[in-house]
């Protein structure tokens, strides 16, 4: 299985310091995508990197992708206490399917 | 709103009976998908329609869980003889077309079943 799998599983930060979320996968893929799920509702997709891509930013997100360890980093630059939430790191291979880890539950203290 | 969205948000049932959920992509999106999503677990694939063609289902849980796209538009969830462990998120999310591989996912809201 290609799923990813996110570390840490939980985290917890003050306001204003930076988040970094870990995720690594088994095969090849296409793209590799992260999502944000705030409590109980759907998923929101942040940010995607291809694989010929190494480095990838929105606003305050940057995404790192190393395909020879098959792994790729999250990082959130001056946290904010609505960016609590579980993020999610998303392999996509030729299958069409995403594959979901178990994400990193994120808390932000004020 | 022009987002996915699914219908009923939450869905309290008995074991044994029959549930349907449905999901409305969002306009112009050619293919939709189906995960389920279980207490601090993340979403699991289940199946994906390109227009009306269900082109993977070997993921759906077993053989009470069924899906149908029939006009290319809205899909159906159906879920047979509920069992307690059915109890779930059942996510949908759809893409628009490409030419290439289909990227990103837009999510809806979820629909919450709960099988006493």
């Known amino acids: 299985s290609q799923q990813g799998e996110e570390d840490p599983q939980a985290l917890s930060i003050q306001e204003g310091e930076n988040a970094t979320m870990n995720c690594s996968y088994k095969t090849s893929i296409n793209n590799l995508q992260w999502y944000r799920q705030n409590s109980g509702r759907g998923l929101v997709h942040l940010i995607l990197i291809r694989s010929n891509e190494r480095e990838k930013h929105s606003g305050r997100l940057r995404v790192t992708l190393d395909t020879s360890k098959k792994s790729s980093s999250l990082l959130i630059t001056a946290s904010r206490a609505a960016d609590t939430a579980s993020y999610f790191c998303a392999p996509f291979n030729a299958g069409n399917m995403l594959t979901f880890g178990g994400g990193t539950r994120l808390m932000v203290k004020p | 709103d022009t987002g996915v969205s699914q219908d009923p948000r939450h869905k309290i049932t008995k074991r044994g009976q029959n549930v349907t959920f449905r999901c409305d992509p969002i306009s112009e999106h050619n293919r939709l998908y189906w995960y389920r999503q279980t207490l601090g677990q993340g979403p699991e694939f289940l199946t994906y329609f390109q227009n009306e063609a269900q082109l993977e289902k070997s993921r759906l849980l077993s053989d009470r869980f069924s899906a149908e796209r029939p006009k290319g538009s809205f899909s159906t969830l159906e879920i047979q003889r509920t069992e307690q462990g059915d109890s779930a998120m059942y996510l949908c999310?759809?893409?628009?077309?490409?030419?290439?591989?289909?990227?990103?996912?837009?999510f809806g809201p979820g629909t919450r079943l709960l099988v006493l």
């Open positions: 999310a759809s893409s628009p077309p490409s030419l290439g591989y289909p990227e990103t996912q837009y």
